[in-house]
């Protein structure tokens, strides 16, 4: 590796364990999210209606301030984790998600030139789809065997479960995650291929969604290299835009050792790590443990298996991806640090420019796993009976409901409504008084969440990594013909 790159992946690797040591230091454990959101839900209700009439400007500004401030402002540190939050997302993550849009274009076009012929590129998609949906497979697999092995639902107490419910309706995700319950399963599938074709590939590409992008270059790509000579001159324009960004993302990357660092301390501070010590810890260990289980033994045996690539130095050269998408919690935001890790451990271009963007989008390891644990969890601590056919079920739902998911973060603690809608589909019956999962249930988890999903997002990361490899390595670069 190149001295600078070292450097800088040490950088990112310290400013990740120091945000850990930061996030913890800072943990305010009198801080409650429900009572900061009632503080600021009383605020809003004094300033449409004064109660005595009359307020002091001061006051009046006190109350604004309370009205628009965010839950976490209410933390024993909230100045400090003003600015982790301001540094951390509004300088960090927004100067990568800048050149998500540009490199997305750019890298799938020069992807696609580079693979050349249609059916080779048919081909190539085909293979890359059948490693996405089996490596989802797999990890919901695993995902379901631990989760109804260790049963950490069965720890909930019955307050917990009555808190849920408020917790849910109070942190705003309620409409995000009904939007997505009612579809169900043929729903879900018919909503994934409505985000693929963009009616204006300039609105979807300002509006920041990646999914239409793709698909719109991918078409593009294929017929510019049938229109001829005339072709070449816009694929080489894309070519160099293509360089100009991976630049780009070599500078951006200078700020991710403070930018990890900022966005670590910002999520732990509100959750603290005696969290794994609780019932719910429990629910998280089962998370961990499956998606550990993944990323350490079944993507490294495939990666050998299939490309003889040594899986540890691998996961050396993709370190500054891994830990970014810790991070971020965004694949989408860590795609681009992806692309420049992968092409410098030996990627080639079509598979780093065609297989990681897409992967970004829908490859989701980490979150299908998550998906299924998250769902029996809920089911047990609400006492619904899932059998062989429920398990079924969920396997086939999480899978496509983190294909849905964007590469968001929490994108996928939303879509988990069509995994609760498809269960409780199932188990209905004639039986008036059958036990179903409560949307709300999903408050239980929504605290935690960020902790799992900064995990969960690095092992999506890793499993597009790795697909890339594997199709770089079985389907070589062919030399190119000089005419
Ligand atoms: N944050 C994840 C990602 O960007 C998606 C999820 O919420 O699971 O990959």
């Given at each position: 590796m190149h001295g600078g790159k070292r450097l800088l992946t040490v950088l990112i690797l310290i400013g990740l364990a120091l945000g850990c040591v930061a996030g913890q230091w800072l943990y305010d454990p009198d801080y409650s999210a429900h009572d900061a959101r009632e503080k600021i839900k009383q605020a809003r209700a004094h300033l449409d209606d004064p109660a005595g009439g009359e307020i002091s400007t001061q006051r009046l500004i006190r109350l604004r301030q309370l009205a628009g401030a965010?839950?976490?402002?209410?933390?024993?540190h909230g100045d400090a984790l003003r600015y982790l939050y301001f540094i951390g997302n509004n300088i960090f993550m927004k100067a990568l998600k800048m050149l998500i849009i540009p490199l997305v274009m750019s890298s799938v076009i020069v992807g696609v030139i580079s693979v050349g012929d249609f059916s080779r590129l048919g081909r190539i998609g085909l293979k890359t789809l059948i490693y996405y949906f089996a490596t989802m497979f797999v990890a919901v697999t695993i995902g379901l065997v631990l989760v109804n092995a260790i049963?950490?639902?069965?720890?909930?107490e019955q307050t917990q479960r009555e808190e849920a419910p408020t917790t849910y309706r109070e942190t705003g995700k309620e409409q995000r995650v009904e939007a997505n319950a009612p579809p169900g399963l043929g729903g879900a599938l018919l909503n994934i291929v409505d985000q693929m074709i963009p009616a204006n590939p300039i609105a979807a590409a300002a509006a920041g969604r990646p999914l239409p992008v793709i698909c719109f270059s991918l078409l593009f790509g294929v017929l510019l290299t049938m229109i001829?000579?005339?072709g070449r001159v816009v694929g080489q324009f894309f070519e160099a835009i293509f360089e100009v960004m991976m630049r780009m993302v070599g500078l951006v990357l200078w700020m991710a050792p403070v930018g990890v660092f900022c966005l670590v301390a910002w999520s732990l501070a509100r959750i603290g790590f005696g969290v794994f010590a609780t019932a719910i810890g429990t629910y998280m260990l089962t998370v961990l443990t499956g998606l550990g289980i993944h990323a350490l033994i079944i993507l490294p045996l495939l990666l050998w298996i299939f490309s003889r690539t040594k899986p540890w130095k691998f996961f050396n050269q993709m370190r500054q991806a891994l830990a970014t998408a810790g991070g971020t919690a965004s694949s989408s935001a860590t795609l681009p640090v992806t692309i420049r890790c992968a092409e410098d451990a030996g990627v080639s271009k079509k598979a780093a420019g065609f297989v990681l963007p897409l992967g970004a989008t829908i490859n989701m390891d980490g979150t299908a796993l998550y998906e299924a644990v998250a769902v029996v969890f809920l089911a047990q601590a609400w006492g619904v009976e899932i059998g062989l056919q429920q398990n079924v079920i969920i396997a086939l739902t999480a899978t496509l409901a983190a294909v849905g998911a964007?590469?968001?973060?929490e994108a996928g603690l939303v879509t988990m409504a069509i995994v609760v809608a498809a269960v409780n589909q199932s188990v209905l019956g004639p039986d008036p008084t059958t036990r179903t999962i409560p949307l709300a249930a999903i408050g239980l988890i929504i605290g935690v969440d960020r902790i799992l999903d900064m995990c969960r997002t690095s092992i999506n990361v890793w499993g597009d990594a790795v697909g890339a490899m594997i199709i770089s390595r079985t389907e070589p670069d062919e030399p190119v013909q000089d005419s």
């Open positions: 965010e839950p976490w402002h209410f933390h024993k049963r950490p639902g069965d720890r909930i001829g000579p005339q964007a590469g968001i973060p």
